[in-house]
């Protein structure tokens, strides 16, 4: 005979679960999700849990079990269909259910800990008698008969209310509750992470021409769920309007009783952002983003669960909001990277938004200036709609210029390359005289060093690969990381022979460093991860730069946002080349959605400035058409190269990871799943584990085997079987699976 088991998730530890049996009286209504009270260590004490999963257990297994002691909710405090998609999560991603669960659920909401806020407000107990008291008050008495007007014009108050409104003191209002005239009830309130700020009310504009066009085929695939597309990409150039368009779609939603989700890159999640919003649609949205307290968070997520709010705003975990009328998703920024999780799920949310879509009958609109090539081609095959948006919404607004400097006509006498051409130091200059402000941007994802010569521009690249290759300098090899072809690091160039090789790998730091040399007079300050150790720091240097006590704002990615300042006039990309190489097959892509951002930003501040590129590969597709401000030839001329060489979109591309302290038994244990699987599917292509482009982090050496291949469904599901039997062996070395990885270093 069988019995009934529910796996119970407790904030624990991060990926177990425990057993426990279930009560015949319980049975009905334990259901994933259902938080519970179990006993959990010695003597009586009992922790919280949330079920994960019920499950059929031998006898023998289930006298072993503790039973299930109360369920706290009746509800589930999952929705059944955000359970559904936990499950898919689990399945795609090769994770186990319990870390795809744990992800639908922020902490606040699942360790039971944080509660609803309640604080005191007061009533009159007896209208009648108040009046009475307020008729026979006397000055002693005045205070407390204050009180009482104040409660019976305007209902229960707070006491600090009261006592502002009234003038009296706090004594007059605690005699008042010992009289028996007051009582004293607590109220539930929600903890305001606006901090109750005032938005001002904003109204729909009249849509241009590419505005109405867009929204036409969103109204119609929201009317017409059923449809064959439930996912439309909008393309649209920066100051197109696209926000607009969200705005007017949702409020399309909101009037059809549906809820809509919009998802931000955190980065881009700022007070100005939310605004946008809020003065659009008040107190119907919530935020939700990293800087929330737990309190915050949980009142968040309960007012969207309890219906209370219809639409959320927020970063990558936004898109699990337990709505239960979901009708639109709005994904901005499809293509940003941080979409994709770091850590187990390691899901995209972009792509996890279009299943939740598929799976609630919503609408999803994946927006982007540069569309990552993924949805691009999603578009082109029919798969999803498209709506176009190719100018501005405000034709006055205009773009800036810009230039490509090349870096090879700028060595010095000593065959040197300066960091800064003459004439991105004249223009930094001249900024400095008429007291403009300067940008300067390092593209530094890089740490890969890779090989370069000074004269002719050539980069050792793998020839079957189309990567380049990584230095390493302890061995002094150049090493392909796909295919594992190593070879020395040549001393002369192999094109020209000439002996200016070149293993670039400025950082900012040296960039400062140069600028105060060349500048003199100038205020710079540095903005990266190693200057900004606290959040604070980077509002701090961006005010300060805003006020104009900066000159020159020396940064990586990050210092992005400064172009909304109206005093920047120039913009210096100081080695557009650094990202270019990286041994990553998206390498181009990403530079281009970089420059095209950088090129394309024409807000009120930016107009009729001046970007300069700097690079050694002017001709470049990447360089050339982000300076065009032209995706399409760029999406074009990249499509061929993935198609030739069997890259996403074309496949489906999987990142076997392997870690541990000891590199000989990485290598082992991983040749040997390896090459199971190459065996299992052969209609996969698996490389044969090699060492990571980083070697080792934290003292772990890392090692890694990339698959592809166009139907990769076999080897999902037999990857995901390795995955959990490694979870259960133990083993000395971390294995970890990362599906449609982005990340290859
Ligand atoms: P995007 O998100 O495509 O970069 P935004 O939605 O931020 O563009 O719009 C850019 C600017 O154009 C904003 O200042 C916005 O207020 C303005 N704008 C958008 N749509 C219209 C419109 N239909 N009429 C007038 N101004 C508009
Ligand atoms: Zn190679």
């Keep these: 005979m069988s019995c009934h088991a529910a796996k119970v998730l407790m904030d624990l530890s991060l990926d177990r679960t425990f057993d426990y049996r279930i009560p015949e009286e319980l049975i009905d209504r334990i259901h994933p999700g259902v938080k519970v009270n179990v006993p959990f260590g010695r003597g009586n004490k009992t922790r919280i849990g949330c079920v994960s999963a019920i499950m059929e257990v031998p006898e023998e297994t289930a006298e072993k079990l503790k039973y299930i002691a109360e369920v706290l909710e009746e509800r589930p405090a999952i929705p059944e269909k955000l359970l559904k998609l936990g499950d898919w999560i689990s399945s795609y991603y090769c994770c186990t259910r319990e870390q795809s669960l744990r992800n639908l659920l922020p902490g606040a909401v699942r360790n039971g800990k944080v509660r609803a806020r309640t604080e005191p407000r007061y009533y009159l107990n007896d209208p009648v008698a108040a009046a009475d008291y307020i008729a026979k008050a006397t000055t002693r008495t005045k205070p407390r008969a204050e009180i009482l007007k104040q409660l019976s014009f305007r209902g229960g108050q707070s006491a600090d209310n009261l006592v502002a409104a009234s003038g009296s003191c706090k004594s007059a209002l605690t005699a008042l509750v010992t009289l028996g005239l007051v009582k004293k009830e607590n109220v539930q309130v929600l903890r305001d992470p606006f901090k109750g700020a005032k938005v001002q009310q904003s109204k729909p504009m009249t849509p241009t021409p590419d505005q109405a066009a867009a929204l036409e085929k969103i109204f119609q695939m929201a009317d017409h769920p059923d449809g064959q597309q439930h996912v439309l990409l909008l393309h649209g150039i920066t100051c197109s309007g696209k926000t607009e368009v969200y705005l007017q779609a949702i409020a399309h939603i909101l009037e059809s009783g549906g809820d809509a989700i919009v998802l931000v890159p955190e980065i881009s999640l700022t007070p100005q952002t939310v605004m946008r919003f809020r003065s659009r649609f008040g107190d119907q949205v919530s935020v939700l983003h990293s800087a929330l307290t737990d309190g915050e968070r949980y009142d968040e997520w309960m007012k969207v669960y309890n219906g209370k709010v219809r639409i959320a705003v927020g970063a990558r975990s936004a898109l699990f909001a337990p709505f239960r009328n979901l009708r639109l998703i709005i994904v901005d920024e ?73 870096m090879r006509m700028e060595k010095t006498d000593d065959e040197k390359t300066p960091l800064f051409s003459k004439i991105l130091q004249e223009a930094v200059r001249e900024r400095i005289r008429h007291g403009e402000q300067t940008i300067l941007f390092l593209n530094k994802r890089g740490f890969a060093r890779q090989m370069m010569c000074e004269v002719c521009g050539y980069v050792a690249s793998c020839p079957d690969c189309s990567i380049p290759y990584t230095y390493h300098r302890k061995m002094q090899t150049l090493t392909c990381h796909l295919c594992g072809a190593m070879l020395p690091a040549p001393e002369v160039c192999p094109e020209c022979q000439a002996p200016q090789i070149r293993y670039s790998g400025a950082g900012t730091e040296r960039i400062e460093h140069q600028a105060y040399a060349l500048f003199p007079d100038a205020r710079i300050a540095r903005m990266d991860s190693d200057t900004m150790t606290n959040p604070g720091m980077y509002e701090e240097v961006l005010s300060k730069f805003r006020r104009g006590e900066t000159d020159i704002l020396i940064g990586t990615q990050m210092i992005a946002k400064g172009l909304d300042f109206p005093n920047v006039t120039l913009v210096g990309i100081l080695n557009a080349d650094m990202g270019l190489y990286l041994p990553d097959f998206r390498a181009q892509e990403r530079v281009f959605q970089l420059l095209a951002q950088v090129a394309g930003r024409a807000g009120r501040g930016f107009a009729g400035g001046e970007v300069m590129i700097q690079t050694f590969s002017p001709f470049n597709p990447a360089i050339i058409h982000a300076t065009g401000h032209d995706y399409l030839s760029f999406a074009e001329e990249e499509m061929e190269i993935r198609k030739e060489l069997l890259y996403p979109p074309f496949t489906r591309l999987f990142a076997l990871h392997f870690e541990g302290d000891d590199s000989a038994e990485v290598l082992r244990v991983s040749q040997e799943l390896v090459t199971r699987l190459q065996e299992q599917c052969p209609e996969m292509e698996i490389m044969d584990p090699m060492p990571a482009p980083v070697e080792r982090i934290k003292g772990k050496y890392r090692f890694m085997s990339v698959a592809k291949g166009e139907n990769p469904s076999t080897f999902r599901k037999l990857l995901r079987q390795e995955v959990m039997n490694w979870r259960q062996n133990n083993r000395d070395v971390v294995f970890y699976a990362d599906i449609d990885a982005l990340n290859l270093l």
């Design 334 to 406: 499809e293509h940003e990277n941080s979409y994709k999780q770091s850590e187990a799920p390691r899901y995209n949310a972009r792509d996890v938004a279009v299943i939740r879509g598929k799976m609630e009958n919503a609408l999803v609109i994946l927006g982007s200036a540069t569309p990552s090539l993924e949805s691009w081609n999603n578009a082109l095959n029919g798969k999803y709609a498209i709506a176009k948006m190719y100018s501005r919404s405000d034709p006055a607004i205009q773009l800036p210029s810009v230039q490509v400097i090349d």
